[in-house]
Structure formats: structure tokens, C-alpha cells
């Protein structure tokens, strides 16, 4: 087998366009954020699997999977990357079951349980897109959102 | 029991003074949206319950049992009012327009750059993040126009950042000629729906 050639300035070059294109490329497909805190009060955290609690503050990225809680006093609100949005008040434990999102179809998947607490909500573009593909889970109920806005409270 | 016992008592249109253990509320729609709607299925009841007037209700019990009827509105939003005002604020959109099959900004969308950079100064409190989506109108493949909206979304993208943007904050997408501003047939130019729109939320 030939041996390749290799030159400093194609190297060089090579790394060039890399940088270029990493600036340049939609990020938005490499990341695993599902939506971001917007605002945040009193006692509220995020649990994440495999990591210490992450106290929720505005700009904090959430990812599928995560809870979200809030205590006595607590409230996190949040937008999401299909543009629905919801705040929980306090003593609310929910629970970013699902979220897949294609940015240019808009189909998607969103699935949120809600253990407890009280959480106003309004859909986007997912739910948008197609009936009841945006859904909350209750300890009872599963609520097929067909938009727009509405509350939901679980007493504990 | 006794909760049972009083709605039965209280009948359908006036629902029991009891706490239920769930309650789901559908509010009226936004300035931009209809009211919707949310169905809803328990597994104590058959079937589905579908709310869809303004403060239409479900109240469910501790065996799924749902009872569907219109909330007191003014009570629901004295009682709400904490929750729906810390809702985020509703994102906002710019929309810029390109010169012809390019990918450089028409002069006339030049103005609303620093109006789009003020908006995400505004949130920057609020953990804002930028979501750039390009569009084309229905010159083209589908195949071509999605490609080229994605290009649109990341030239805008890229000059954000050159403003001062973290490349954290902002995001890119592409939606071809899904989303005409004008409806035209296939294969048609039209210079408004040519364009990228920023939202900022």
C-alpha cells in the first residue's frame, strides 16, 4: 500500500475549514438541549441523572429525562426549543419524560408527567404540528394537548 | 366517599366545593392562537373527555373519576394569577428579507438588526436564546429550498455572533417553503417569502 503524503499546509488548511465550519454549521443538531429555566424563585432544582442537583437559574439548559422540582416557596418557568412554555409553582415535581423536535418539520414528541403541583402551560409547535403529540402525564390521566393554553394541579 | 356523595348531590352543572385530587383548566387562547383544546383520559373513566371552551374543567378524583364542567373564571385567574404571571415572556420574532437567490440581507431589513440586538439585551436576565429560521418561497426543490433556508438561517446566525452573541445562545434551523408568508403556487418567486425570521425568547 502507497504510503500518504502528508503536508503541513494541507493539514493546516484542513483544520482551517474545520474551525470554519464549526462556527458556521447548525449547532442545533449536536446539542441535548430541550428548552432552557427562563426564570426561577424561592427553592427550585433540577435533578439529572449522574449529577448533583442543579439549581435552577435563568439560562440553565434542561435535557430529556430531567425534574424538575420547586419547594414551598419555589417557581421555575421555562420555554422549550418548540417555543411552548410552562410555569410550575410550588411544590411541583415534573418529569421531562420526552422531547424530540425536528426544527424543520416541526414533528415531534414531547411527554411530561406531572407527580404533583401545578403547572400553567402552553403548547408549541409540536403540539402544533400534531394533536396530542404533546402529552401530560398525571398519576391518573394522560392529557393529549391540542393546543394552546390550560393548568393543570395534582395535589399530593 | 363524602366528596362523591356531595357531587352527586350538587349534580352536574355546579361542581362540588370539595378539593379534587386533579384538576385540569383550558384558558383561552393567546392574542395569536385559538382556544384549543385538551382531551383527556383517566383510568377510572371510559372513554375520552375533551375540553374545549375557555375555562372549561376537568376535576378528577383519587380513582380517576372525572367530572367535567366551566370554572368560576374570575376565581380560577384570583386563584392562578401567581402562576400564569410567572409564565416566560412570550418569544418575539424579526423577520429579515434577501436579495434574490442570495444569501445578503435586502437594505430594507438592515434598520431591524439593532432593534432584534435590543430585544435580546431586554432577556438577557432571563436566560434568553435565539432560534434563526430561514425560509425560501417556492422557487426550487423542496430538497433545494431546505437547504438553502438552512444556509439563510446560518449566515444570520454567524452575524449574530459577529455582533457580540454567544454562539451558546443561538441556534439554527431551516423550514424551506413550509411556512409561505404569501401563498403562491410551486415554482413561484416572491420576495416576502424570502426571508429569516429571529426569534428571540
Known amino acids: 500500500m502507497a504510503p500518504i503524503k502528508v503536508s503541513a499546509a494541507g493539514v493546516l488548511a484542513s483544520l482551517a475549514i474545520l474551525a470554519a465550519l464549526f462556527v458556521l454549521c447548525p449547532a442545533s443538531e449536536a446539542w441535548a438541549e430541550i428548552g432552557r429555566v427562563k426564570k426561577a424563585r424561592g427553592e427550585a432544582f433540577i435533578e439529572r441523572a449522574g449529577v448533583e442537583n442543579i439549581p435552577a437559574a435563568p439560562g440553565v439548559k434542561l435535557e430529556t429525562k430531567d425534574i424538575l422540582v420547586t419547594g414551598p416557596d419555589g417557581r421555575i418557568s ?41 403547572l400553567a402551560i402552553i403548547s408549541g409547535q409540536i403540539a402544533k404540528h400534531e394533536a396530542d403529540a404533546m402529552k401530560v402525564h398525571t398519576p391518573t390521566s394522560i392529557l393529549g394537548v391540542r393546543g394552546t393554553r390550560f393548568i393543570v394541579e395534582v395535589r399530593p | ?74 376565581g380560577l385567574i384570583k386563584k392562578y394569577l401567581p ?10 420574532s424579526f423577520v429579515l428579507y434577501f436579495l434574490t437567490g442570495k444569501t445578503i440581507l435586502s437594505p430594507i431589513s438592515e434598520p431591524e438588526l439593532p432593534k432584534l440586538l435590543s430585544e435580546i439585551d431586554e432577556r438577557r436576565t432571563q436566560g434568553v436564546d435565539v432560534l434563526v429560521v430561514g ?66 425568547r
Request: with cysteine; net charge negative.
Open chain 1, 78 to 118: 421555562v420555554t422549550f426549543i418548540d417555543n411552548s412554555r410552562f410555569a410550575a409553582g410550588p411544590d411541583s415535581r415534573v418529569t421531562l419524560e420526552q422531547f424530540e423536535f425536528n426544527s424543520t418539520t416541526h414533528e415531534g414528541e414531547f411527554q411530561m408527567r406531572v407527580e404533583q403541583g401545578s
Open chain 2, 135 to 200: 425560509h425560501t418561497d417556492s422557487v426550487g426543490s423542496q430538497e433545494a429550498n431546505d437547504a438553502l433556508s438552512l444556509k439563510r438561517a446560518n449566515e444570520i446566525r454567524h452575524r449574530l455572533i459577529q455582533e457580540g452573541l454567544d454562539a451558546d445562545l443561538v441556534s439554527a434551523a431551516g423550514r424551506g417553503e413550509r411556512d409561505l408568508l404569501q401563498e403562491t403556487g410551486d415554482d413561484v418567486e416572491n420576495f416576502f417569502n424570502r426571508r429569516v425570521e429571529v426569534i428571540v
Open chain 2, 83 to 92: 402562576l400564569l404571571s410567572s409564565l416566560p415572556t412570550s418569544p418575539r
Open chain 2, 1 to 74: 366517599m363524602r366528596c362523591r356523595l356531595l357531587m352527586v348531590l350538587a349534580g352536574a352543572l355546579t361542581l362540588a366545593a370539595c378539593a379534587p385530587k386533579e384538576r385540569v383548566v383550558l384558558l383561552p387562547g393567546g392574542t395569536d392562537s385559538a382556544t384549543g383544546a385538551v382531551a383527556l383520559q383517566s383510568e377510572g373513566t371510559a372513554g375520552t373527555a375533551v375540553l374545549s371552551t375557555a375555562y372549561s374543567e376537568a376535576r378528577i378524583d383519587t380513582e380517576g373519576q372525572v367530572a367535567t364542567g366551566d370554572a368560576d373564571a374570575i
